[in-house]
Protein backbone atom coordinates (compact mmCIF):
# COMPACT_ATOMS: atom_id res chain seq x y z
CA UNK A 1 0.00 0.00 0.00
CA UNK A 2 1.03 3.42 -0.62
CA UNK A 3 -1.09 5.07 1.42
CA UNK A 4 -3.10 8.37 1.01
CA UNK A 5 -6.12 6.34 -0.77
CA UNK A 6 -4.31 7.90 -4.00
CA UNK A 7 -4.21 5.91 -6.91
CA UNK A 8 -0.78 4.41 -7.86
CA UNK A 9 1.10 4.71 -11.45
CA UNK A 10 -1.26 1.93 -12.79
CA UNK A 11 -4.37 3.25 -11.65
CA UNK A 12 -4.80 1.32 -8.73
CA UNK A 13 -6.24 2.73 -5.71
CA UNK A 14 -4.14 1.94 -2.07
CA UNK A 15 -6.06 2.40 0.70
CA UNK A 16 -4.60 4.36 3.98
CA UNK A 17 -3.32 1.71 6.28
CA UNK A 18 -5.01 2.27 9.65
CA UNK A 19 -2.80 1.23 12.46
CA UNK A 20 -4.68 -2.09 14.77
CA UNK A 21 -4.62 -0.42 18.26
CA UNK A 22 -2.60 -2.26 20.94
CA UNK A 23 -1.15 -4.83 17.92
CA UNK A 24 2.68 -5.21 17.04
CA UNK A 25 4.83 -7.75 15.35
CA UNK A 26 8.67 -8.57 15.59
CA UNK A 27 11.61 -9.32 13.66
CA UNK A 28 14.34 -11.59 15.40
CA UNK A 29 17.52 -12.82 15.02
CA UNK A 30 17.66 -10.86 11.22
CA UNK A 31 20.40 -12.85 9.46
CA UNK A 32 21.39 -12.22 5.71
CA UNK A 33 24.58 -14.13 4.03
CA UNK A 34 25.68 -13.20 0.17
CA UNK A 35 27.71 -15.51 -1.98
CA UNK A 36 30.97 -13.53 -2.15
CA UNK A 37 30.28 -13.35 -6.24
CA UNK A 38 26.90 -11.39 -4.90
CA UNK A 39 24.82 -14.29 -7.18
CA UNK A 40 22.72 -15.03 -4.15
CA UNK A 41 21.42 -14.24 -0.31
CA UNK A 42 19.68 -16.22 2.38
CA UNK A 43 17.67 -14.43 4.91
CA UNK A 44 16.90 -16.34 8.28
CA UNK A 45 14.60 -15.08 11.14
CA UNK A 46 12.12 -15.36 13.00
CA UNK A 47 8.51 -13.08 12.86
CA UNK A 48 6.91 -12.87 16.64
CA UNK A 49 3.25 -12.12 15.41
CA UNK A 50 -0.19 -12.94 16.70
CA UNK A 51 1.52 -14.37 19.67
CA UNK A 52 3.03 -17.15 17.97
CA UNK A 53 6.65 -17.02 15.97
CA UNK A 54 7.29 -18.59 12.40
CA UNK A 55 10.85 -19.27 11.46
CA UNK A 56 11.15 -17.96 8.26
CA UNK A 57 14.49 -18.90 4.96
CA UNK A 58 13.96 -17.03 1.91
CA UNK A 59 16.69 -17.84 -0.19
CA UNK A 60 17.31 -15.38 -3.87
CA UNK A 61 19.24 -16.32 -6.07
CA UNK A 62 18.74 -13.40 -8.69
CA UNK A 63 22.38 -13.84 -10.56
CA UNK A 64 23.88 -10.87 -9.97
CA UNK A 65 23.96 -8.05 -7.21
CA UNK A 66 22.01 -9.82 -4.53
CA UNK A 67 22.82 -7.25 -1.78
CA UNK A 68 21.39 -4.58 -3.40
CA UNK A 69 18.37 -6.07 -4.63
CA UNK A 70 14.48 -5.44 -3.46
CA UNK A 71 11.87 -8.42 -3.62
CA UNK A 72 8.16 -8.82 -2.77
CA UNK A 73 5.46 -11.12 -1.72
CA UNK A 74 7.90 -14.18 -0.72
CA UNK A 75 6.44 -16.76 1.67
CA UNK A 76 8.15 -17.11 4.58
CA UNK A 77 8.45 -20.56 4.16
CA UNK A 78 6.63 -22.99 2.15
CA UNK A 79 4.26 -23.76 5.01
CA UNK A 80 3.41 -19.76 5.92
CA UNK A 81 0.89 -17.48 5.17
CA UNK A 82 2.95 -14.73 6.21
CA UNK A 83 4.33 -12.89 3.05
CA UNK A 84 7.72 -11.07 3.37
CA UNK A 85 9.02 -7.73 0.83
CA UNK A 86 12.56 -6.15 1.38
CA UNK A 87 12.80 -3.09 -0.43
CA UNK A 88 16.81 -1.75 -0.58
CA UNK A 89 16.79 2.18 -0.63
CA UNK A 90 19.80 4.15 -0.99
CA UNK A 91 18.63 7.18 -0.48
CA UNK A 92 19.41 8.64 2.11
CA UNK A 93 22.85 7.16 2.70
CA UNK A 94 23.66 4.77 3.82
CA UNK A 95 21.93 1.72 1.94
CA UNK A 96 18.80 0.61 4.27
CA UNK A 97 16.14 -2.04 3.98
CA UNK A 98 12.73 -1.68 4.27
CA UNK A 99 11.17 -5.08 5.21
CA UNK A 100 7.06 -5.87 5.34
CA UNK A 101 5.49 -8.49 6.43
CA UNK A 102 1.83 -9.82 5.37
CA UNK A 103 -0.78 -11.68 6.77
CA UNK A 104 -4.03 -11.37 4.93
CA UNK A 105 -5.37 -7.80 4.82
CA UNK A 106 -2.44 -6.94 8.07
CA UNK A 107 0.87 -5.47 7.86
CA UNK A 108 3.88 -4.32 9.57
CA UNK A 109 7.23 -2.58 8.66
CA UNK A 110 10.46 -2.98 9.72
CA UNK A 111 14.14 -0.73 8.90
CA UNK A 112 17.00 -2.15 8.64
CA UNK A 113 20.03 0.46 8.63
CA UNK A 114 23.04 0.75 7.05
CA UNK A 115 21.93 -2.97 5.32
CA UNK A 116 24.87 -3.25 3.48
CA UNK A 117 28.14 -1.86 6.52
CA UNK A 118 29.13 -4.27 7.90
CA UNK A 119 32.63 -5.91 7.73
CA UNK A 120 33.48 -7.87 4.35
CA UNK A 121 35.22 -10.82 5.34
CA UNK A 122 35.80 -14.46 3.81
CA UNK A 123 33.15 -15.51 5.38
CA UNK A 124 30.83 -12.53 5.47
CA UNK A 125 30.97 -11.20 1.87
CA UNK A 126 29.68 -7.76 1.39
CA UNK A 127 25.76 -7.82 2.11
CA UNK A 128 26.41 -10.09 4.82
CA UNK A 129 25.07 -9.75 8.48
CA UNK A 130 23.79 -9.96 11.60
CA UNK A 131 21.04 -7.51 12.16
CA UNK A 132 19.32 -9.05 15.41
CA UNK A 133 16.21 -7.86 16.53
CA UNK A 134 13.86 -5.50 15.01
CA UNK A 135 10.94 -3.69 16.56
CA UNK A 136 8.19 -4.42 18.06
CA UNK A 137 6.53 -2.50 15.20
CA UNK A 138 2.58 -1.42 15.02
CA UNK A 139 0.94 -3.52 12.79
CA UNK A 140 -1.85 -2.10 9.84
CA UNK A 141 -4.90 -2.85 8.34
CA UNK A 142 -5.65 -1.82 4.89
Same mark, same amino acid.
Given at each position: ?38 ? #? ?7 ? /? &? ?5 ? %?????? +? ?39 ? #? ?7 ? /? &? ?5 ? %?????? +? ?15
Amino acid at each position: PTGHGHKGSDDTTYPDPTPIKGKTWSIENLTRYCDADEE #GCDYNFAIE /A &DGETEHC %TIIRDP +GSDSATESWSNEPCNDKSNLTVSWGYVTEPGPAFAVVTVVK #GKILAWFGV /A &DINGQKD %TPSSPF +GSGDYGNLGPEQVYTY
